[in-house]
Structures are given as C-alpha cells and as structure tokens.
C-alpha cells in the first residue's frame, strides 16, 4: 500500500488474522470509490457568492499539500460514514448525504486549529470561477460564504476540528481533522472507514486509467470492531451497536432513521434494553425541550434532503420508540417531548399537504406555550383511526 505522505510502501498481512477490523476493497469497490472522488459536488454560496465545483479528489489533495508546507503532517486520510458504507454495498437503502472526510493529524495546541482553518478557507480560493477578483476575500468573507458548520473539541481525550462546506441537497463536503476522538462510529453499519492514501498516490504518480487489473490496493477498516460482521450487518440491514451511552444524543435519532429504512435490530431481546441506553443519554444531553425541538428540527433538515415523504414515519417511529423505552423521566417531561413529536409531525404533514381525512373521532386542543414556531399558531385535530396518533392542523 502507498503512502503518499511518506512516498514509501508498506505491506499489510491481512490474510494472518492479526487485523481482522481491517479488509481489501474489491475492484467494484474501487471503482466506485474512485467515482466519488472524481464526481463534481457543487459548494453552494450563500448571497450572491457563486456555486463552487469541487471534486473530493482535488481538495483533499490541495489542502494535505499547504498544511504539509505550513508543517502539518497528514497521517492518513479517510472516506468516513455513510459514504464509505455506500462504497462498500450501493443502494441498500441507506443513501448516502454528506460527504465526510478525516484527516489524521497532531493537534498538539489551539494554534494548529486556526492554521487548520485558514489553510481550508485559503483553498477555496481556488475553486472560484474564473474573473471574480479574489484579492478583496477574506477568510472570514469565505467562512461566512461557503462554511455551514464549524466545531472545534479540545479536551484532554477529544481533540478534533470540523469544517463543514454548504450543499443545499444536503450533501455537504465535511471536512474533519482528528488527533484523537473517543468514540468514531454510532451503530455498526456506518462504522467503516476507507483509507484513501494508495489511491491519491495513484493520481499522483500514474497516467494510466485504473482498471480491474491495474489498480491500486485499497483497505477499509470497521472501527466498530470486527469488518466482515459489521458488512454482514451492512448487507442484511441489521442495526446493532456497543455502549450507545458513550454516544453523543444516544444514537437514538439515528436509530430510528435505520428503522424508517427498513434496517432490523439483530438481536431483538437486545435492541429493548439498547433502546433505553439511548434514550436516556439523549435526554442527559439534551435535557430541555427547546433543545430538543432544535436538535431534532436540525436532524430532519439534514438528514431528509429530497426524502420529505419519510420525515412523518420517522417522527412516528421515533415517537414509539421514546414512548416505549424511555425510563428516565418524570411523566410530565414524557409527555412533554411525545407532544413536541406530534406537533413537528403535523406540520411535516401540512408541508406535503398529505393530509388524511379525519376520522369520527377528534380531539381539539391548544399547542403547548413553549411551541414558539408560527406554524403551530393554529388549533390542530386529532385522528384516533391509526395505530399512532395522527395531528392533524383545523382550517
């Protein structure tokens, strides 16, 4: 395997067993692979800022170069998440949004964060079509631009930086850079990891096309432990996952998005006690429910770009779920957040004019005073004829 950092060769034994989290991509794999990186993402810009079109393959490889010349070396880089997982088994039913990136880096003091930084919004420049005069652009024009996302995490046993580039279909272009971080994967399935270092030597250095006989050796990695469990959990759609009270919000958001999409807890005694686990580390984390409407509003945004149809089953699922298996709170608080699901449900549902007729049963009432958003100003009606409550907005 080349290493494009150190321009030297290392050879990996994974026939030995000693990496069993570690496998060789096939060339369909890689074929696909290399479609990702080549592919043109539009970065959009906020304003009268113009759509950048940027390929993987060159931002990655223009932002390793300056941080390498600014003294920063870059370890390895990574395709990560649900991209890696559609490079490994397509259309699964887990599409793939953001495309996210980890760079390996020492991020040994707040200084390297900003140097980060700078070097990322500077290589924007270089994606700006040609005749706009980029001699009055500031980074922080650029930032205000082009970036929906920064986060910085620097703690004693977290030490990573994001910087997240705006795609109105909501695949944005994540670009993270990690010195250490505890906890890389949420369930099994989007714990894999393609190292990409041999394939961006391969546009370095050949000439060549890459073909099914004459291409560079990729490896992924399952960080979630075992790689042809988790793929076997990939190929089967089958949710399981360690510890999620580790996990930031639980996972639970993203559990319920695996269910919408037809994934199946693998051991269905197992998935009940799980299910509590994240619930109850999502209400640790975001214990308020103005915090709660704000993350789970952000989470719908993000997450069902192109996909509204899916958002009212997801709500419902989720409401089963937190329903069912939450233990943790008084039951004023439970009812507080079941009806805070219910009335997002409703305007998903006037939002898709999906309106079903009402039934002989309804109930008429007020929204909750801590519904701040205009769009819940109105009396809603209840459908009692489905197997979860329907909330339905009165003309």
């Known amino acids: 395997i080349f290493s494009s950092s150190s321009s030297v060769v290392f050879l990996i034994d994974l026939t030995s067993g000693a990496c069993k989290s570690c496998s060789v991509l096939t060339w369909d794999q890689v074929s696909r692979l290399n479609e990702v990186l080549t592919e043109a993402v539009p970065v959009h810009g906020r304003g009268n800022f113009p ?10 490889q223009i932002v390793r170069n300056r941080l390498g010349e600014q003294g920063v070396q870059v370890k390895d880089i990574r395709l990560n998440g649900s991209t890696a997982s559609h490079v490994l088994v397509p259309d699964n039913g887990w599409s793939y949004k953001d495309l996210d990136l980890i ?15 700078d070097v990322v919004l500077e290589t924007l420049l270089d994606f700006l079509p040609e005749g706009v005069n980029k001699e009055k652009i500031t980074p922080m024009t650029l930032k205000e631009a082009y970036v929906q996302k920064l986060v910085k995490v620097y703690t004693e046993q977290d030490r990573w930086s994001l910087i997240s580039l705006s795609n109105h279909n909501g695949r944005n272009v994540e670009l993270k850079f990690v010195d250490s971080i505890r906890r890389q994967f949420e369930f099994s399935v989007d714990s894999f990891q393609i190292v990409l270092d041999s394939l961006l030597f391969y546009y370095d250095c050949s000439q060549n096309p890459m073909s099914e006989h004459f291409h560079p050796t990729v490896i992924g990695e399952s960080v979630y432990g075992d790689f042809d469990v988790a793929l076997h959990h990939l190929k089967n759609k089958l949710i399981t996952t360690k510890n999620p009270e580790e996990i930031r919000g639980g996972g639970l958001l993203k559990y319920c998005n695996l269910l919408v999409r037809d994934f199946k807890p ?72 079941l009806h805070l699901i219910s009335l997002i449900a409703v305007r998903v549902l006037a939002e898709q004019n999906a309106i079903p007729d009402a039934s002989s049963v309804t109930c008429y009432y007020q929204p909750a005073p801590y519904v701040r958003d205009l769009n819940f100003s109105n009396y809603y009606v209840a459908s009692c004829n489905h197997s979860y409550p329907t909330w339905l907005p009165c003309n």
């Open 103 to 117: 760079f390996r880096v020492d991020l040994q003091s707040e200084a390297i964060f900003q140097l980060i930084k």
């Open 266 to 337: 693998a051991d269905e005694d197992e998935i009940k006690a799980l299910e509590r686990y994240m619930c109850s580390r999502f209400f640790i984390d975001f214990p308020d429910i103005v915090e709660q409407q704000h993350k789970l509003e952000s989470y719908l945004h993000s997450h069902f770009v192109g996909e509204e149809k899916s958002k009212y089953d997801y709500l419902m699922i989720l409401r089963r779920v937190v329903n069912e298996s939450t233990v943790c709170l008084m039951g004023h608080e439970r009812r507080q957040t």
């Open 51 to 60: 759509t950048l079109e940027v390929r993987l393959r060159d931002i990655i």
